[in-house]
Each structure stands twice: as C-alpha cells, then as structure tokens.
C-alpha cells in the first residue's frame, strides 16, 4: 500500500521568495493534516483538511501561508513571502476520518530551507 | 501552556536494555487519547502505540508498552530489549475530544521530543 507522498524532499530558497510543497495522501483517506516541524521541536499543525473543506487552520499564518485541497485528494501548502522562521520541515500526514482516535499516517517531508 | 511535555532531550541506552521516555500531559478534557511517534532519520514519523483515557489496562505493541498513570497525567513510553535500529527521536502526542466522533477531534498535539541513541 503506498503511502502518503509529498514533494520536493529539499527546497532552498530566499527570504521574500514564495514555495509550494505538494502532498499526496493514502487513498480513501478523507482527513489532510499540514505539520511544520522547526529543528529541535515536534510537529505543530498548520491546518487539517476533511475532503476540501477545511476544519482547523487556527495556527496558520494567512498573510503568508495558504493551502488548498481543491478536489478532496491532493493538497499544496504554499508560502509567500517566506521569511528566514519558516526554515523547518514540512510534514503531511493524511487519515481516514471517520472514528475517534485513528491514528495519523506521515509522509516522509519537505525539508524549507530560507536563507 | 505546554499540554504535552518531554523532559529529557536525549538518552543514552546500552542495547538490548530497556529504556523508559518520560511524558506527562495537561488536559481538563475526560476524553483524550495519547500517542507515541517515531521519527527516524529520514524523517517519517512512525505510529508506535495508543492509549485512550478510557481504557483500563496499559496498552502494549510488541517491544513497546505504555505505562499510563491517569492520576499523574503520565504516559511513558517503555521499550524493552533496545535495537540499534531503535535509535530515533521520539514523541508523545496527544488528542482532545469532548467525545464526539468526527474528524476534528483527531488532531494530535505533540510534545518536543526525546532523542534515543542506542549503543551496541
């Protein structure tokens, strides 16, 4: 069974430049976490999906990050600009979203680095 | 406020040995459920073991066992006989809900980490 898919697995990039990372989740999974992860932390959410509607994006910073999940499946993560504090790993991680406390299933990230 | 906290940064663990990674939490929710990730050096992060706060016995995975203490609000991880494969960072996650089953009580919350470096 394959497994959650993201893209690219490094990016370098300047500050004030913008980025996209791609995601590909397990199929039939219907939930779409974003993670970001900066060096020396656990992951914190970005923003989950449920199908294309988005159900928590409470700690996302909307005046340089959006995500969209337009038909349900895939999603993109994308920052503009990027600022030097976005350097961190990017996980996606997808579940089937229909019971309480199913566990997450992790793509392998993209690694942001700004300079 | 810190809802899941790790305090020890790293550890050392002669193979073979057991090791035990602290984690406590902080939840006025009577419904939550906790969680133990590997991450490894390639970055994916690894489901290991669950323990719902309704649940009576401690849960236990092959190698891995939590020792739940619901009074302490205490969830550590137990790895009996360490591989070197074992060497990783670990994390304790955990989920609130008020009950209700649907998908936006699944998100985890998780803590900053323990990295394990087993010695052979």
């Known amino acids: 069974e394959a497994g959650v898919a993201q893209s690219p697995r490094y990016k370098i990039i300047e500050k004030r430049q913008s980025v996209a990372f791609w995601c590909n989740p397990i199929s039939g999974h219907a939930t779409l976490y974003w993670y970001q992860q900066i060096l020396g932390q656990g992951p914190k959410l970005l923003i989950q999906?449920?199908?294309?509607?988005?159900?928590?994006d409470s700690q996302l910073p909307k005046d340089r990050f959006s995500a969209e999940r337009l038909k349900g499946v895939d999603s993109t993560l994308k920052i503009q600009p990027a600022k030097l504090e976005d350097s961190a790993v990017y996980l996606c991680a997808s579940s089937f979203g229909t019971v309480k406390n199913e566990k997450l299933f992790f793509g392998s990230g993209t690694q942001l680095s700004v300079l | 406020a810190q809802k899941i906290t790790q305090t020890q940064p790293g550890m050392f663990v002669q193979e073979k040995e057991a090791v035990t990674l602290d984690c406590t939490y902080d939840?006025?929710?009577?419904?939550?459920?906790l969680f133990w990730y590997k991450q490894p050096s390639s970055g994916e992060m690894i489901f290991l073991i669950y323990q719902g706060s309704y649940d009576q016995q401690n849960a236990t995975e092959g190698r891995y066992s939590l020792n739940f203490q619901k009074a302490r609000k205490s969830a550590n991880l137990v790895i009996s006989a360490s591989q070197l494969g074992d060497s990783a960072m670990y994390f304790c996650?955990?989920?609130?809900?008020?009950?209700?089953?649907?998908?936006?009580?699944?998100?985890?919350?998780f803590g900053g980490g323990t990295r394990v470096l087993v010695k052979p």
């Open positions: 999906f449920q199908n294309n509607g988005v159900v928590d």
């Open positions: 939840t006025s929710d009577p419904s939550y459920g």
């Open positions: 996650a955990m989920r609130e809900g008020r009950g209700l089953i649907k998908a936006a009580g699944n998100k985890l919350t």
